[in-house]
């Protein structure tokens, strides 16, 4: 099935304290890292299992119900064949690339414009309401964005980006609990999510002052990255520093990995 991804414009980290509270677009990673922020997800297709053969001539009466089983089956692999979702549609497809299009090249109007469209024409993928959070927040309209993640986390509660911005708004309100909380959603769907590991990492760092624990999600923050990144690996060496571990801090993917 389809399933295309936003992959935006890396942008360079601030400093600590700020790259915390920026928008999504600029806490990507740096260098040559693209996070994946948001997709058109569409549920799993069904398969029917095949039903076993029969291993032996049963009298008629156990025929019989053997065949009103055989014709139950057919049933349900009929039933469970209709209900194959198809897949995303090529005019979702196609809208969703020009919303992204619009995103990096930020023309914001024609992003919201596009992704407006999608969601009224195709409410039930989260991913472009991801996006068109973002594109609200970059216009400072905070409470359309809010509304936004939550149409996209009605759809899919576990959405790994739309819990992570959701995370960024709430520590930006300074609901630490609630913003530790949308990130460790975010990292049971996807524990490879960059964004959720990094704006976990800081606020565990700055906001609850729990350094070990900020040092593990800095640490698999970089491991996501395919090229270091410096400035993390600073804060990493001197939080183990502090605990009294100043061994070198893993700062990119392995190979093969």
Known sequence: MSKPYADFVAWPLEL???AAGALALTLAACG??????????V??????????????QAPEPERRRERRSERRAQEDTAAAEAAVVEPVPETATAGYGRALDAMRAENWLEAELELEQLTLEHPEYPGPHVNLALVYLNDGRRDDAREALA?????????????????????????????????????????????????????????????????????????????????????????????????PPRV??????
């Not at 549920?43 to 032996?56: F, K, L």
């Not at 565990?204 to 491991?223: F, G, K, M, T, V």
């Not at 990119?252 to 990995?257: H, K, L, N």
Request: proline share 7%; no cysteine; charged share 25%.
């Open 252 to 257: 990119a993917q392995e190979s093969g990995r």
């Open 32 to 41: 040559s890292s693209a996070p994946r922020q948001a997709e058109i997800d």
């Open 16 to 18: 600590k304290a700020v």
């Open 43 to 56: 549920p799993r297709e069904t398969v029917a299992a095949p039903a076993e053969p029969a291993v032996a």
């Open 151 to 247: 149409r996209a986390l009605e759809i899919e509660p576990a959405h790994a980006a739309a819990n992570t911005q959701l995370g960024i708004l709430l520590r930006e309100d300074g609901e630490f609990a609630s913003a530790e909380a949308a990130y460790t959603r975010a990292l049971e769907t996807n524990p490879d999510h960059a964004l959720a590991h990094y704006n976990l990492a800081v606020l565990l760092d700055i906001y609850l002052r729990r350094p070990a624990e900020a040092l593990e999600h800095y640490e698999a923050y970089q491991a996501t990255l395919p090229q270091p990144n410096e400035t993390v690996a600073r804060w990493i060496i001197d939080l183990r520093r502090r605990a009294g571990n100043a061994g």
